[in-house]
């Protein structure tokens, strides 16, 4: 009797032995679960650490911290590569200005030349090459001020609506010159709250790339977001049958949707992202049958 009273005291102590040895492991785990979010959402780089020893937990918890600082270490090289790469085109669009400069000056001074009807027409094509690449750099200038610089935004409500048929009716001959028509849907007046030379650079950069890549009519649409503070702009056109185009990558620098082609989409939209997102708006674009819709979403001007 006394035996088995014993071993009945001794399996209780067990059992609570157990019971407060799994109580602690449950604390352990809530306190590394409290760690991980304090590192999620204040940002804090610190290790995860133990209260109490257990074999399992420590291992679990150092190869946690082997994770977390992999990812740190990784995060660090991104932001280094970034800044590199910043600075690389910065150093290359200024590099790719002086040559440019020089080539138009020698072509200018060929053009008052006694040249052939032949030789004209070979400098001609030279100079709307050398025209396409200044361009190109500018573009790349642009692109390389914006990722370095702070913006400073001169925030005022705008008249949306007709500041985008504004910026159109100056377009009017770029359109002509490339035989394309353009189509504004009538708006009633919208109003944002946003900087009207970086809205007005978006919209030239977006007239840019449709007269670039349309196959066709461009179709212009202003509307405010449903169930949002937004007003989207909208540029639709036809692209060339079986062109190769991944939406989602449109605003990506350098994409090109085809491989073979020489002429990529550049930094245009590139740039219109980055302007949109200082101004606290978004973009995204499209592809259905054939049509190619490009958005810009900006904040309502109360």
């Known amino acids: 009797m006394k035996v088995l009273v014993l071993a009945v005291s001794g399996l209780v102590v067990l059992v609570v032995a157990l019971i407060l040895y799994i109580t602690y492991l449950q604390q352990q785990m809530r306190s590394i679960n409290r760690q991980l979010d304090k590192r999620l959402s204040e940002h804090t780089r610190q290790p995860i650490h133990l209260q109490i020893f257990s074999k399992e937990l420590s291992k679990l918890t150092i190869n946690i911290n082997k994770c977390l600082k992999a990812e740190e270490n990784l ?157 989207v702009l909208s540029f639709k056109n036809p692209v060339k049958p079986n062109t190769v185009i991944d939406p989602s990558q449109l605003f990506d620098r350098f994409y090109t949707g085809d491989k073979a082609r020489s002429r990529s989409g550049g930094l245009g939209l590139s740039i219109v992202k980055l302007l949109a997102e200082q101004l606290g708006g978004r973009t995204s674009a499209a592809l259905q049958d054939g049509m190619l819709e490009i958005n810009i979403e900006l904040p309502l001007g109360s």
């Open 75 to 231: 995060r660090l090289k991104g932001i280094r590569e970034e800044k590199q790469f910043k600075e690389l085109i910065a150093n290359i669009s200024h590099d790719l200005r002086t040559p440019l400069t020089a080539i138009k000056g020698y072509q200018q001074l060929m053009s008052g030349s006694d040249l052939t009807e032949d030789q004209r027409k070979k400098l001609q094509i030279a100079q709307k090459h050398a025209d396409e690449l200044g361009r190109l750099i500018e573009h790349f200038f642009e692109y390389a001020y914006l990722l370095n610089a702070e913006p400073k935004l001169h925030l005022e409500r705008i008249n949306l609506t007709n500041f985008v048929a504004e910026c159109l009716a100056a377009s009017v001959s770029l359109l002509e010159e490339n035989h394309l028509a353009l189509h504004l849907k009538e708006a009633p007046p919208i109003f944002v709250l946003a900087d009207k030379e970086l809205v007005n650079r978006m919209i030239q950069n977006l007239i840019r790339n449709s007269v670039q890549h349309a196959y066709g009519d461009i179709e212009v649409k202003l509307e405010t977001a449903q169930a949002a503070d937004q007003a």
